[in-house]
């Protein structure tokens, strides 16, 4: 995100809480060494869904000065990780203007992605909203806007959200059949 966004965020008096991304690499840097020290908070969870364990730690980190000085009222570095059962591990990285706990930062850092989860992945992996041709003016606005209300009357129907939009991406014939 470029810094005349994150001031324009400041200058409207909100806050934000920013993943760090690897076109970042000075300030990326900058979370790897303050991360390898001792966190400020810690806030650990686990959860267990549909046979599968989940944990996730966010780590809470004073920005380093440096760091401060290039972004706009920069305080906080975060450390979010994340594995399962399985052998995998996550990690990813934040910035943030607030101070707090690690259990706040890590409550709306999943709030987050449970709204991800219940719209945009819909959209992008059965809807296949990422491989839309349309790119210009209001094209892929218009059509993004199409494929939420689609799911919104799908979710309201009696019908099974997620197998009917696989049986019409499928076969886009039927559809029609279902709306009757």
């Given at each position: 995100m470029p810094k005349k966004t994150l001031q324009s965020i400041i200058d409207r008096k909100c806050h934000y809480v920013i993943k760090v991304k690897a076109n970042q690499r000075r300030l990326l840097e900058q979370l790897h060494l303050t991360c390898a020290c001792?966190?400020?908070?810690?806030?650990?969870?686990?959860?267990?869904?549909?046979?599968?364990?989940?944990?996730?730690?966010?780590?809470?980190?004073?920005?380093?000065?440096?760091?401060?000085?290039?972004?706009?009222?920069?305080?906080?570095?975060?450390?979010?990780?994340s594995r399962g059962k399985v052998a995998y591990r996550?990690?990813?990285?934040?910035?943030?203007?607030?101070?707090?706990?690690?259990?706040?930062?890590?409550?709306?850092?999943?709030?987050?992605?449970?709204?991800?989860?219940?719209?945009?992945?819909?959209?992008?992996?059965?809807?296949?909203?990422?491989?839309?041709k349309a790119k210009k003016g209001n094209?892929?606005?218009?059509?993004?806007?199409?494929?939420?209300f689609a799911i919104r009357a799908l979710a309201k129907s009696t019908l099974p959200v997620l197998q009917t939009i696989r049986m019409v991406t499928n076969k886009p014939s039927k559809i029609l059949e279902l709306l009757e």
């Amino acid at each position: 995100m470029p810094k005349k966004t994150l001031q324009s965020i400041i200058d409207r008096k909100c806050h934000y809480v920013i993943k760090v991304k690897a076109n970042q690499r000075r300030l990326l840097e900058q979370l790897h060494l303050t991360c390898a020290c001792p966190a400020e908070d810690v806030s650990q969870s686990s959860k267990r869904h549909k046979g599968r364990s989940k944990h996730r730690q966010v780590e809470v980190y004073k920005a380093l000065e440096e760091a401060a000085a290039n972004w706009p009222a920069l305080n906080t570095f975060l450390k979010v990780g994340s594995r399962g059962k399985v052998a995998y591990r996550k990690v990813s990285y934040y910035i943030s203007d607030l101070q707090g706990q690690a259990s706040g930062f890590a409550a709306g850092i999943q709030g987050h992605w449970a709204i991800e989860n219940k719209l945009h992945w819909v959209k992008d992996a059965l809807l296949a909203e990422d491989k839309n041709k349309a790119k210009k003016g209001n094209g892929p606005a218009v059509l993004s806007l199409i494929r939420g209300f689609a799911i919104r009357a799908l979710a309201k129907s009696t019908l099974p959200v997620l197998q009917t939009i696989r049986m019409v991406t499928n076969k886009p014939s039927k559809i029609l059949e279902l709306l009757e």
